[in-house]
């Protein structure tokens, strides 16, 4: 009798969950070779997109940002949607990515983050003792994201299935980084002295961070989004004894607790790609965290991360973006060369880090179809 409770209950979730996912009634995908290279499955063409390729090299994204504030961009699902678009409309992509800033989450959890022209994000009270850890919020935290949801639902009706959508974070260390530097840091001294200084309390904030991430994208897939990456950007300031010890274990983690989350629910979890940026040192263990798609800086070369991976995972990246600034002729032979050496199967072609505000529009469109020649 209890067990049959017990049955119906789980049966009820389980309906629950799959509705939460279907009412959205989303076009069918008419170009999936992005999540089919995540699964390892094979594909028509390698896929192609760009780590911030809704941005500032574009004439028209400037166009929007002239006329709205960065976060307004970001809470505004028609804007967000639009920029999202707008690289789509003059490339060949093979995936569109939310627009939106890993510093969301900071913003969500009380923290005020200003974009300042010219320099960046900015925090104007960062976190500077243990103390302040008080006046973070995380009760209700995605709550206060649900803006990010909409314009993922809003985005994958507007894409109708021509690509698929990604969702994405910043991963713990990563944003830790930013609320106790201010904004970018060459260094990262305090956040550093932090690890040394603070270990317990910074292990506080590193959980806080990862429950509020977990949360975040569980509620990311529930609105629509296909694929999940990481930006671990900051992996680069650490060693790897560092990196094993501050930014792996929470990585996983979050892949852990959010296939939990959705297999709870009933809701078919989504692949995951994690980009720490600067940990080609790790690659061996960062293979052991559950993700399927491992993204690589251009300092790693193809054939020695694959023999470090293995063949079930797949590799996303890596021409360096500095390469953009060089002739068609040369960017399509270093794309050709690039995508020979990963191989057609379980490879997604991108920059190993963002694309930079100066690149010509040409570089992007000899790139992507370089990529699309390639093999
Ligand atoms: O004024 C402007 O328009 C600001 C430029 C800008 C843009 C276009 C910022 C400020 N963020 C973004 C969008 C953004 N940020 C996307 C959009 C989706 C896409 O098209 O890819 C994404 C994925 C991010 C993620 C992000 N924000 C990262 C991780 C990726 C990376 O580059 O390492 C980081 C570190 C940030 C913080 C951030 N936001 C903006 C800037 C200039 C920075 C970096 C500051 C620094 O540390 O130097």
């Known amino acids: 009798m209890y067990c049959a409770l017990i049955?119906?209950?789980?049966?009820?979730?389980?309906?629950?969950?799959?509705?939460?996912?279907?009412?959205?009634n989303f076009p069918p995908l008419k170009n999936d070779n992005l999540l089919r290279a995540a699964r390892g499955e094979p594909v028509d063409r390698v896929p192609v997109w760009v780590m911030r390729q809704a941005g500032r090299y574009l004439p028209e994204f400037q166009e929007v940002r002239k006329h709205h504030d960065f976060f307004t961009v970001c809470r505004t699902p028609e804007l967000a949607c639009e920029v999202t678009m707008q690289p789509l409309r003059r490339f060949d992509l093979d995936a569109s990515i939310i627009f939106c800033d890993?510093?969301?989450?900071?913003?969500?959890?009380?923290?005020?983050?200003?974009?300042?022209?010219?320099?960046?994000?900015?925090?104007?009270?960062?976190?500077?003792?243990?103390?302040?850890?008080?006046?973070?919020?995380?009760?209700?935290?995605?709550?206060?994201?649900?803006?990010v949801g909409d314009a993922i639902t809003m985005m994958r009706h507007m894409l109708?299935?021509?690509?698929?959508?990604?969702?994405f974070t910043g991963a713990p260390w990563t944003l830790m980084g930013y609320m106790i530097e201010g904004g970018g840091s060459k260094t990262m001294a305090k956040s550093k002295a932090w690890l040394t200084d603070y270990p317990e309390d910074s292990k506080m904030l590193l959980s806080m961070l990862t429950n509020a991430i977990v949360d975040y994208l569980e509620m990311q897939v529930k609105a629509g989004a296909q694929l999940l990456q990481?930006?671990?950007?900051?992996?680069?300031?650490?060693?790897?004894?560092?990196?094993?010890k501050w930014a792996v274990p929470y990585l996983k983690d979050i892949r852990?607790?959010?296939?939990?989350?959705?297999?709870?629910?009933?809701?078919?979890?989504?692949?995951?790609t994690i980009f720490a940026k600067g940990a080609g040192h790790s690659l061996k263990e960062q293979a052991t965290l559950g993700y399927d798609v491992i993204g690589l800086d251009w300092t790693v070369d193809p054939v020695e991360a694959r023999k470090e991976v293995g063949p079930n995972i797949t590799l996303q990246g890596n021409l360096d973006p500095q390469d953009m600034y060089k002739t068609p002729v040369e960017i399509r032979a270093l794309?050709?060369?690039?995508?020979?050496?990963?191989?057609?199967?379980?490879?997604?072609?991108?920059?190993?880090?963002?694309?930079?505000?100066?690149t010509p529009i040409i570089s992007m469109e000899t790139l992507v179809d370089a990529v699309h020649k390639a093999i």
């Open 335 to 358: 794309t050709t060369e690039m995508v020979r050496k990963f191989g057609k199967d379980r490879y997604i072609a991108n920059l190993g880090h963002g694309i930079t505000p100066q």
């Open 7 to 24: 049955y119906i209950l789980y049966a009820l979730i389980s309906v629950a969950g799959t509705c939460a996912i279907k009412q959205h």
């Open 160 to 167: 109708e299935g021509r690509v698929p959508l990604i969702g």
């Open 256 to 272: 852990d607790k959010l296939d939990e989350r959705l297999k709870q629910q009933s809701i078919p979890v989504v692949p995951m």
């Open 230 to 244: 990481i930006f671990e950007s900051s992996a680069e300031h650490l060693s790897k004894e560092d990196f094993l």
């Open 102 to 147: 890993i510093l969301v989450i900071p913003q969500a959890l009380g923290m005020i983050v200003e974009m300042h022209a010219g320099v960046g994000p900015v925090f104007p009270e960062p976190l500077q003792t243990p103390a302040d850890l008080a006046k973070l919020t995380p009760e209700g935290a995605v709550g206060r994201l649900t803006y």
